[in-house]
């Protein structure tokens, strides 16, 4: 008999499995050895062998191989094996790099690895997918994404929708019962859940019994090979850069060849070290660079609780314009406690700290008793009953299992004396409309000793109000007279401008002993109970986060379910809402166009009582007006919105995983802070690629230009090709990737967000480079000339003074590359990669000058101090000659 045809009370046998305390740690461990990990196979990995060989395979590397074996079988040996050598330590640096940026987003992957609910030893408790083993029990709830295939044993009002498998988007309704068939279609099977399909609506429990492979998902492996393009806006700008440097230093290295032939030089000299210039000219480790960069980013966003989970969102963070945030939980802390209770005209205070179920209730000063009062009994008990929450006790501290919300009703009712245990036995619940965030509402069904069925009802008192035709008034049943409504808009009021959350409580005497299954039949005709208020303070450091992002051109808007007042007062205290804002509620989005919207868009600070759909209008309308819009969710209704954001952010911890995969970055604490944490870094990594490409451009364009105005001049070679590919492995590669991990600016924060489309060469990158670069070789040859005098007996000792100078000029002008500004504008010593990066660049430099076996390799000489002042004097001016006009910038 397979799975689905079994009744529940079977499966226990066939799984051997128990349904009150789930598996055993060592039932798991001898299952887990029997079946393996719950993993799907991926496709092969590249080798490190292939990718070690992929590190020579560039063109120009190649034929630099080529000429070099063939200079060593002409008796260059010393060259031949020193070009070997530098070609290989390049290789094998390259190989690293990539390597650790490959590393990198393989952890990312699995920083976003699934998790699932499963009964282990009595407890539930949360492990990733991989782990589960058949015949663990998952829970799963509306917005979780399946973890393996599972026959279902409990449902209420479950949905999942299956298009992963079956290409069917409309969700299916799951039961229980046994289905008697023998041959059924995974579409027809309505009491299983599959791995990788969704849960919609609703909650349920199941029995693994199947996983990894042996999935109904494990047998399709092409669905496998989705795997998405990580490749950022810039890196895409940068590969097509890529290519036009490559023409130029090709163009130019060639120009070097032929002038330095017509000028007398032997082709075989001019061939050589015209290769060699085209190899360390072309900046073919730039994307490896940028993609440690990013990743080196990410790594530091993870330390500031925000998950990037694609790659290019890195450099969208830092254009961002717009933060559209929820309210609750990101901006609030989340911590709810009721404070005032409201029924038939009457209000209570409820003291009391955080989540101890200890406090009194007050009436004006007077402490009163829940006895005293019928309205309020119901108010609290049925607010517990119509609820999931639960609070445990650790022998030291109070915890909240559940939504906070329902936590803090529970809590207001465990003040007054009630038990969940004893509510139940009187009431049993035997039906449950779940919450969800466009109804605003969840409704139980219970029945009570005598068979008498009641809904029970909270919800957004807004949203209750229209559907309660009567209401609980001085204990007694009234009609809902427009007075009554007036009142309890009042009370509502009252609460919402003391930043209270409020919920009603209602419900409604059902006859004849069924109930409806459509939550629209049940949650109608009710009698209003009243209301409960509750505080949820504003995260202390939202407010100094929110002043922060303004100063940076980043608009922040507050997008909650909440009421209008409360989301008000809240947004007021944040600093979000001043008096040239306005606000708008989720029924006046319904009477507008997207179009209609973009005419105001920009002014509005908080939008309240929206639900999930309208967030995607927000999201395109801000878009029209040119914005980058980050936007925040955690619902499966919001996956659309998060989706459609240039940045979607998912809430880390009550995150659904259906909006976790649809976003692009992951709150791990579900605080604002973060989002801002998170686009300070992203604009920080984006100026660092800024700055590594500035200084490897300069310093190519400098190499090159040494030796095309020497070989124009007439003059000999300034540098010989190991030298060049020393310079190019040491000076390029160690300060670049420092610089990759430069602090930010102080005044990162205090820009304009960058437009997307800003080019690489943007805001005066490329003169700079040029300006540098053209100013390097220019000091180089100088440094060349002085020393050569024209005699070809100082030629080892010019070379060697060249060589020197144009290092020199690279390592003074890298601090320059860490500012727009000036070298000036930053302390030199803050960065202490790029100190070590440029003192081990020193060091090695005077190895190979002053160590003798290496003279020989690298044709070098010992130079003394005097040279030393001199060449330091020269190196300095590429850097140090802009400084007046930036002093004169700054009078201005
Ligand atoms: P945000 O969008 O900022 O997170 P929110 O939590 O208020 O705000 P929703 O979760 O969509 O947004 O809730 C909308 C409204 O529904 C709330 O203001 C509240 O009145 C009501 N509500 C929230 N949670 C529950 C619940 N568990 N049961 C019944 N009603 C609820």
């Known amino acids: 008999m397979k799975f689905h045809e079994m009744p529940v009370e079977d499966l226990k046998k066939s799984l051997s499995t128990d349904f009150e305390n789930g598996l055993s740690n060592e039932e798991v461990k001898k299952r887990r050895k029997q079946h393996g990990f719950n993993e799907l196979q991926e496709g092969e990995k590249q080798s490190a062998l292939l990718l070690f060989f992929s590190q020579f395979k560039d063109f120009m590397v190649l034929v630099l191989l080529g000429a070099t074996f063939i200079s060593g079988i002409l008796g260059e040996y010393v060259d031949a094996i020193a070009i070997m050598a530098i070609v290989l330590i390049n290789g094998v640096l390259g190989f690293f790099q990539e390597r650790k940026a490959e590393k990198s987003l393989q952890a990312l992957k699995e920083l976003s690895a699934p998790q699932v609910t499963v009964l282990r030893n009595g407890e539930w408790e949360k492990i990733p997918s991989k782990e589960v083993v058949p015949g663990d029990i998952v829970k799963f709830t509306s917005g979780d994404r399946i973890g393996a295939d599972l026959r279902i044993i409990e449902a209420k009002s479950l949905e999942i929708e299956e298009s992963a498998l079956t290409g069917e988007s409309v969700p299916v309704e799951k039961n229980v019962s046994p289905i008697r068939e023998q041959k059924l279609s995974i579409g027809d099977m309505h009491n299983m859940a599959f791995m990788g399909t969704l849960v919609t609506r609703g909650s349920g429990v199941g029995v693994v019994v199947s996983v990894g492979m042996k999935t109904a998902m494990g047998q399709i492996a092409d669905l496998l090979q989705t795997a998405e393009s990580m490749m950022t806006p810039l890196q895409r700008r940068l590969e097509e850069l890529g290519k036009i440097l490559i023409i130029a230093a090709l163009l130019l290295t060639a120009l070097v060849v032929v002038v330095g032939v017509i000028q007398g030089h032997d082709l075989y000299t001019m061939f050589f070290a015209g290769v060699s210039l085209a190899v360390a000219a072309i900046p073919e480790g730039l994307p490896a660079i940028v993609t440690v960069a990013l990743s080196l980013g990410v790594q530091k966003m993870i330390k500031r609780k925000a998950i990037v989970r694609k790659l290019p969102a890195v450099e969208t963070l830092g254009c961002a314009s717009v933060i559209c945030s929820d309210k609750t939980g990101t901006m609030t802390q989340n911590k709810m406690t009721v404070t005032k209770l409201w029924s038939g005209g009457k209000t209570w205070d409820v003291t009391g700290q955080g989540y101890e179920p200890r406090g009194e209730f007050l009436q004006g000063e007077r402490s009163v008793q829940i006895k005293e009062e019928k309205a309020f009994q119901q108010l609290l008990s049925f607010g517990m009953l119509c609820n999931h929450a639960e609070l445990k006790y650790d022998g030291d501290q109070y915890h909240l299992d559940g939504d906070p919300t329902e936590g803090a009703m529970l809590i207001a009712a465990m003040k007054a004396g009630y038990t969940r245990d004893s509510l139940q036995k009187q009431f049993r619940i035997v039906h449950e409309f779940p919450f969800d965030s466009d109804r605003k509402m969840m409704s139980v069904v219970v029945e009570d000793p005598n068979g008498k069925k009641f809904v029970v009802t909270k919800g957004a008192p807004d949203v209750l109000l229209k559907v309660s035709d009567s209401i609980l008034y001085d204990n007694k049943l009234q009609y809902f007279s427009d007075s009554h409504r007036k009142t309890v808009v009042g009370a509502i009021e009252s609460m919402a401008q003391d930043a209270l959350r409020t919920i009603a409580v209602a419900y409604r005497p059902l006859s004849n002993g069924t109930y409806p299954l459509h939550e629209a039949e049940a949650e109608k005709d009710l009698t209003l109970i009243g209301l409960q208020g509750m505080i949820d303070p504003p995260r202390p450091e939202v407010r100094e986060a929110v002043k922060e992002c303004k100063k940076a051109g ?114 791990l604490d579900d605080n604002f802070t973060t989002i801002k944490a998170a686009i300070e870094e992203g604009r920080n990594i984006y100026e660092n690629i800024r700055k590594f490409i500035r200084y490897l451009l300069a310093s190519n364009v400098g190499e090159i230009l040494v030796m095309l105005f020497a070989m124009l001049l007439a003059l000999p070679l300034p540098l010989v090709p190991i030298q060049i590919l020393w310079v190019n492995l040491v000076t390029d590669g160690l300060p670049a990737m420092a610089l990759g991990l430069d602090p930010s600016e102080d005044d990162v924060m205090n820009r304009k967000p960058r437009h997307p489309k800003e080019g690489v060469f943007a805001r005066g990158l490329g003169w700079k480079v040029v300006s540098r670069g053209f100013l390097i070789g220019l000091v180089t040859l100088i440094a060349f000339m002085i020393a050569y005098q024209g005699q070809d007996d100082r030629l080892a000792y010019a070379q060697t003074v060249a060589f020197a100078t144009l290092v020199m000029a690279q390592l003074i002008h890298v601090f320059d590359c860490r500012s727009d500004h000036s070298v000036f504008a930053r302390n030199p010593f803050e960065n202490k990669y790029l100190i070590g990066a440029v003192l081990s660049s020193l060091v090695l430099m005077f190895i190979v000058i002053y160590y003798p076996p290496l003279q020989p390799v690298f044709h070098t000489v010992a130079i003394d101090v005097k040279d030393w002042l001199f060449i330091t004097g020269l190196a300095a001016i590429p850097t140090f000659v802009w400084v007046g006009s930036h002093f004169t910038r700054k009078t201005k």
């Open 554 to 667: 980043i608009q922040t808007v507050m997008i909650t379910g909440d009421h209008v007042s409360t989301a008000k007062a809240i947004a007021k205290q944040l600093g979000i809402l001043s008096s040239q804002h306005i606000v708008l509620e989720g029924h006046q989005l319904n009477d507008m166009s997207v179009e209609e919207l973009e005419d105001v868009v920009e002014k509005t600070a908080v939008f309240a009582r929206v639900s999930p759909e309208h967030k995607l209008k927000i999201v395109k309308a801000f878009q029209n007006r040119g914005h980058i819009v980050a936007m925040t969710g955690d619902g499966v209704n919001d996956a659309p919105a998060i989706k459609a954001a240039d940045i979607g952010v998912a809430m880390g911890i009550t995150g659904t995983d259906v909006a976790k995969e649809a976003s692009s970055l992951v709150l």
